[in-house]
């Protein structure tokens, strides 16, 4: 093989190389281009997505303080349930104490 069919077997594949590539690129832009139809609704698309994203956060917000104002009403409960088992208990033990004190002057 000389210089010149070198060369232009070189350039035939070269360019049948182009032509392959080109081929490819037209055929993934094909297939990958968007109808500007379909570009507004991914937009509206978007828009709710971002709205929703909105509420939700609004939503957890709006729980955690909900949440933190009933931690904070059950401790109270708590607290209020433990001062008046507090006071059942010294009022049992008044009692008590009445009942025996009673038990011995009537029998004294």
Same mark, same amino acid.
């Given at each position: 093989?000389?210089?010149?069919?070198?060369?232009?077997?070189t350039a035939i594949i070269?360019?049948?190389?182009?032509?392959?590539?080109?081929?490819?690129?037209?055929?993934?832009?094909?297939?990958?281009?968007?109808?500007?139809?379909?570009?507004? =609704? %991914?937009?509206?698309?978007?828009?709710? +997505?971002? !709205? /929703?994203?909105?509420?939700?956060? *609004?939503?957890?917000?709006? #729980?955690?303080?909900?949440?933190?104002?009933?931690?904070?009403?059950?401790?109270?409960?708590?607290? =209020? %349930?433990?001062?008046?088992?507090?006071? +059942?208990? !010294? /009022?049992?033990?008044?009692?008590? *104490?009445?009942?025996?004190? #009673?038990?011995?002057v009537g029998t004294g």
């Amino acid at each position: 093989m000389n210089r010149t069919e070198f060369i232009i077997v070189t350039a035939i594949i070269l360019f049948v190389a182009f032509c392959m590539g080109w081929f490819a690129n037209w055929l993934v832009h094909r297939f990958i281009r968007v109808a500007q139809s379909d570009v507004g =609704e %991914l937009e509206k698309m978007a828009q709710e +997505l971002h !709205e /929703a994203e909105e509420t939700r956060d *609004q939503a957890i917000t709006y #729980l955690q303080q909900r949440e933190a104002e009933l931690t904070n009403q059950l401790a109270q409960t708590e607290a =209020e %349930l433990a001062a008046t088992m507090d006071g +059942l208990r !010294e /009022a049992r033990y008044e009692a008590e *104490q009445l009942r025996s004190h #009673l038990d011995r002057v009537g029998t004294g």
